[in-house]
């Protein structure tokens, strides 16, 4: 079964801090990955998703990831965050041929001004 | 666009009593799923859908009943409210284009508290 594995559960930084925050999934055959976010209040939403093709995938709002096929990981980077990047982020897995999307737990992140 | 829309935003429910969490989405996606929110869990999913009359159960589906009887609606329903239920629910749709899942569309979610 797959699972997901967000290692940071609050995250707190200061505006113009870069930010990187780790995701890890345990399923070993083909996989969409995505990151999510929820604004305080809010439903979740799409920030960046990985199928195929280039490992480094960029989103929205300036938000980047990287897969590494090899350390089963899909961490979301900023280089510059933003006090309205306070929100939290959700890792999700989806194994190829399966229609269950898989959470992470979620990280809080604070950015404070 | 209206995506997916959930009703109602909130409820509250005294413990024994049923109700349904509705869902519909008009983009005629194929799968649609509920989620529940709890601090720390992140989301964890109840029951989900590939097509109209075709529902299977997710990681948590003790308490729910699902249906799905058209492509544009998904309703939850709990059978027998208990406080453990007390949560906030999200519906989400997605479709598949040449074997690719896309990604979810959320609804805003219903905050459901169990008394």
């Known amino acids: 079964a797959q699972s997901v594995s967000q290692h940071n559960h609050h995250v707190i930084l200061s505006e113009a801090a870069s930010l990187e925050l780790g995701c890890n999934y345990s399923y070993g055959g083909t996989v969409n990955l995505f990151w999510y976010v929820q604004y305080p209040g809010q439903h979740l939403q799409l920030l960046l998703k990985y199928f195929s093709g280039d490992p480094l995938v960029k989103g929205i709002k300036g938000f980047e990831a990287e897969f590494i096929k090899s350390k089963f990981s899909f961490n979301l980077r900023k280089p510059s965050v933003q006090w309205s990047d306070t929100a939290e982020y959700f890792c999700a897995v989806l194994s190829f041929g399966n229609e269950k999307l898989t959470f992470g737990t979620g990280t809080r992140l604070t950015i404070i001004p | 666009n209206a995506g997916v829309t959930q009703t109602p935003k909130f409820q509250v429910l005294k413990t024994g009593q049923s109700m349904t969490l509705q869902c519909a989405q008009d983009?005629?996606?194929?799968?649609m799923s509920w989620y529940r929110q709890d601090p720390g869990m992140g989301l964890r999913l109840i029951h989900y859908?590939?097509?109209?009359?075709?529902?299977d159960q997710g990681e948590v589906p003790n308490g729910y009943n699902v249906s799905r009887s058209t492509t544009e609606d998904f309703p939850l329903r709990l059978l027998s409210a208990a406080p453990s239920q007390t949560s906030v629910y999200f519906c989400?749709?997605?479709?598949?284009?040449?074997?690719?899942?896309?990604?979810?569309?959320f609804g805003q979610g219903t905050r459901l508290t169990v008394v």
């Open positions: 983009m005629n996606h194929e799968y």
């Open positions: 859908s590939v097509g109209a009359g075709i529902t």
């Open positions: 989400a749709s997605s479709y598949s284009t040449s074997g690719q899942h896309t990604e979810a569309f």
